[in-house]
């Protein structure tokens, strides 16, 4: 299988034994794993490293196709950006429990799929 940035692909599995949702970055990565990359987990966007063959550290996260996930609909969201510390940057659907400091993020896109 060809890999090539921007375009999504699977996992053989996870720990929640469910194949996750791969993006590539990039291709030139140095090393033995020059595929760069996430894996999207429960807690957000991972991420992980593969040959050119796709295999990666452990099994399951070997990239063993393209995704093929089905978009139900599209549509525009708008968040409210804002620092729970220093460093933690946390995103909320409305301002009603957030204070003067937060940010509006309006109109990103957000794709839900089957």
């Known amino acids: 299988m060809k890999i090539e940035v921007g375009k999504l692909y699977k996992t ?8 996750q949702k791969v993006r590539i970055a990039a291709l030139d990565n140095p090393g033995k794993y020059p595929v ?3 894996v ?20 399951v996260m070997d990239i063993v196709s393209n995704w ?12 409210y ?7 933690a940057l946390r995103f909320a659907k409305d301002v009603t429990h957030l204070d003067d400091s937060c940010v ?5 896109d957000q794709e839900i799929e089957e």
């Open 81 to 87: 950006a804002y620092f729970t510390s220093l460093y």
């Open 104 to 108: 509006r993020v309006p109109n990103l």
């Open 12 to 19: 053989r599995g996870s720990l929640r034994g469910k194949p």
């Open 40 to 59: 999207l987990m429960h807690c957000g966007w991972v991420s992980h490293e593969w040959g050119t063959d796709g295999i990666g550290g452990s099994s």
């Open 36 to 38: 760069r990359g996430a």
């Open 68 to 79: 093929e996930g089905t978009v139900l609909f599209k549509r525009k969201v708008t968040l």
